[in-house]
C-alpha cells in the first residue's frame, strides 16, 4: 500500500479480508451493573481476548499480508517492549518468516517472556530513543528485515480500522464509541472505519491526563509529542504519529483525559462486574465514559478493551 | 416437585424451559496456550459471567419458579454467606417476592453489600451452625417464607443439571468434564444431564485436598462430612448432602483433589490466559485436569468456571 494520506474505504475491507483467519472476531461484553452506574446501555469489544492479548495483532497481520514473498523473506522487525511486539510476532508466524524485535534491557521480564514465547528473536539495546532506533537500523540492514512500525504506517491504521468496523456491525444504532489513545493507530483506524461504513457513531478519545499529548495535539491543531509521559496506562504513553494525527484532528469528536485514580476506578469496575482481566490502558475508555457520563443518558456506547496483558503481581488493588 | 430420589429427564427439560430467559446462557471460553499446556483441547463454561456471578442461579431460579403463586407469596429465606445468596435474591425478583437471607455477622462486608445490592433482606446471626439454623426457622416461622436450601434439593439439582446439559449442546463430542465439588449440587445434575442427554461423557469430580469430604465418602461408600475444612477455594467447603451423595456415587469417573498451591497455579493461569476473574473454586477443575493431564491428551475435554465472586484485595497473587 502507499504511504499516502490515509487507507480508502477499499483498503480497509481488503485488510479484513487478508487477517481473517489469523484474527479472533472478538465477543461483546456487556454488564447490568455498569449500564446502571453509566446511565446508559454499555457495550464492550473484548479485544483483551484477541491472540496476543490485544488489537494490535489486527495491523501488525495485515501489514506483514500486504508484503510479497519476496518482499518479506527475511523477515520483519520492530522496535517494542508492549503488545505490537506480541502481534508482530504472531504475524509474523502467518508467513513462515522470523520476527526480530528490539528491546530496551530493562524491559520487565514477563513482557520479555511473552515475546519470546510467541517466537520472536530479542535484540536486546541500552533504555534509550536512540539506542533503540540505533539497533534497530542495524538489525534491519543486518538480517535484510522490512520494519513494521507499531502505528504510524498506513496497512497498521488500516488493520486496526476493521476492529471498529466490525464492531459498529456487531452493535447496530451505536451511538458513541470510545477509543483509547497511544500513538494513535485504533482511533484513527476507528475514524475513518465510521467515516466509510457508519458515519453515524461519534467517536470519542480517551486519554490518560499524565499522557496527553493527543488532547494537546487536537486543542492546539499541531502535533506536540509526549515530554517523558508517566501512567498506570504503559500502553498510551506513546506519543501521535504524522500519519494519525491529521486523522484524528479531523474527525475526533472529543478527547477526554482521565486521571490515574479515575483509570484504576474504572479497571476495578472491569474486574469486578465484568470479571475481565485487562491492562490499565484499556480501563480508560470506561473512566472517560463515567466522567462524561451526563452527555450519554439512555445511549449505546461502544467502549474498547483494548488488551489484557497485565502483570498479576502490579495489580493497582 | 416430590423430593423422590433424583429428577427424571422430563424435569430436567421443564427445568430448562422455567429458567429461560431468566438466566444467560454462557459463552465457551478456549486458549489456544492452555490447550498447549494440557495437551487437550480444553472448553471452559463461563457461568462466572452468569448473573450473580456464579451457576447458581440456575437452581435458585428453578426453585423459586416451580413454586405457584400461593406457595410463595410470602417470600423465600436460605441461609449462606455465598453465591446461594446473590442467586435467591436474583431469584425472587422474578416472581416479585422477597428474599430473606441469613448470614453470619463475621460475612465479609463485600459479600454481604452484593447480597443487598441484589435487594436481598439480610438477617444477621453469630457465626455457629446452630445459631444459623436457628435464625432461619424463625424466619420461616415469622415471615411464612419458604426455605429454598443451596444444593441438597432436587429443584436446586435440576436448575443445576441445565448448566450440563447446554455445555454438552455447545461442544460436541466432549469426552470427559471436570466439576467442582461443594455440597454436590453442581455435579449431581450435571451427572444427570449426562447420564439423560448425553452419555459419553465422562464425569470428574475436581475437590480441594483441604475439603475433600467428596472424596473421602466416595472411597468409603458413605456420607463423611467435612470437619471445618479450611481452603482458599471457599466456595467449596460445603458438605455433600443426602440427595447429592448418591447420585456422586453412582454416577462419578473418579475425584481429584488438588493441593492448595495448584488451585493458585490453575488460577493464575485463567487470569493470564483466559484473561477471566474466577473465585479460587473455579480453578480447581483445572487444577485436577493438569494434575491428571497423561490421561486426557487429545481429548476434548470440558472445565466449568463456576464462579467469579472474589475479592480484589484478596487474589493470592
Redesign the interface.
Known sequence: MPQHQRPTKEEIIKAEQRIEGFVHET?I?TSAKLNELAGAQLFFKAE??QKG?SFKVRGATNAVQALSKDQIKNGVATHSSGNHAQALAIAAKTRNIPAYVVMPNNAPVVKVEAVKNYGAHIIFCVPTLAARETTLNEVVREKEAVFIPPYNHMDIIAGQATMMKQFTEQVPDMAAAFIPIGGGGLISGSLLAVHYFNSDVKIYGAEPKNADDAYQSWKANKLIPANNPDTIADGLKTSLGDLTFPIIAEGVEQIITVTETEIIEAM?LI??YL????EPSAAVPLAALLKEKANFRGMKVGLILCG?NVD??K?P?
Chains 1, 2 share one sequence.
Open positions: 465477543i461484553l483483551h481476548l492479548g476495578k474486574f469486578i470479571k475481565q482481566v485487562v489484557g498479576l503481581k495489580l488493588f
